[in-house]
């Protein structure tokens, strides 16, 4: 498949146009025109072009990438190792951000669902990435606990008490902390995202609605990987998704 066919293939899956983002949502740096072997993950680090390298991919495709609002234009540092690292390896990157977050099947936020066990009613926050709905079986927040830390290998930070009952839940991926006072306003039971700050403790036991931090990573693993599967699955290509572990 040709770079610029998959480039149009996944802004049209993805909607991509109707997304005000913090970074470019496509291509984002240009390697060989054809495409046979897409690796996918989270960040598009240099652990990440490495092994893509070593296993031969053509094209990298990830939820963060580079080109952040803001961020320092000079190329120089990290911004020169890694570009000129895909440049040498004549090998693309195209990097998904708010779209992949918010797809209403692939994405980072309806993939944790289904894994969890959420059931979304409806959409909230920044461009309605974020979700609420309820737990198919309502449990503690002990047992919910529990059941996060053995589907995202990974045990979360919770702010609320272990017997609390979960019923209604909200939820969006990675750093969306910022949203908690709006799932407060929504009625839920819980929040859960990647990240946590200090103020979301605060008001974490000013309201009794629980907080549950569940890493930025490991709430984002999933998006990327059923793109690269759903591709690989219409286009005959091959995909492999590295998990490069991060604590955060």
């Known amino acids: 498949m040709l770079l610029n066919e998959l480039r149009d293939y996944i802004g049209s899956l993805l909607e991509v146009s109707r997304f005000r983002d913090y970074c470019p949502n496509g291509v984002q740096v240009e390697g060989r025109a054809e495409v046979r072997r897409i690796a996918t993950g989270v960040s598009a680090s240099q652990r990440l072009l490495e092994a893509a390298t070593a296993w031969g991919a ?17 190329v120089t540092g990290i911004k020169k190792r890694r570009l000129g690292y895909l440049l040498q390896h004549d090998m693309s990157l ?9 797809h209403a099947e692939l994405g980072n936020n309806a993939q944790l669902a289904k894994r969890l066990g959420l059931v979304e009613q409806g959409r909230f926050g920044e461009q309605d990435i974020a979700c609420y709905g309820v737990l198919g079986q309502p449990q503690t927040l002990e047992e919910f606990s529990a059941h996060i830390t053995s589907t995202l290998q990974r045990a979360p930070q919770v702010i609320g ?11 969006c991926s990675g750093a ?11 009625g839920v039971d819980a929040f859960l995202t990647g990240e946590i700050s200090e103020q979301n403790v605060h008001v974490a036991h000013e309201t009794g609605v629980v907080f549950i931090s569940a890493g930025h990573h490991a709430t984002e693993r999933y998006g990327i990987q059923a793109l690269g599967e759903h591709l690989a699955s219409q ?4 995909h492999f998704f590295f998990d490069q572990d991060n604590p955060v």
Request: aromatic fraction near 16%; avoid cysteine; hydrophobic fraction near 50%.
């Open 176 to 186: 969306a902390q910022g949203y908690f006072e709006q799932a407060v306003a929504l």
């Open 235 to 238: 286009f005959g290509m091959e």
């Open 58 to 74: 053509d094209a990298i495709l990830v939820h963060h990438g580079y080109f952040w609002r803001n961020e320092e234009a000079a």
């Open 161 to 171: 008490e272990r017997g609390h009952a979960i019923r209604h839940i909200a939820w």
């Open 94 to 102: 195209l990097a998904y951000h708010l779209p992949l977050d918010a």
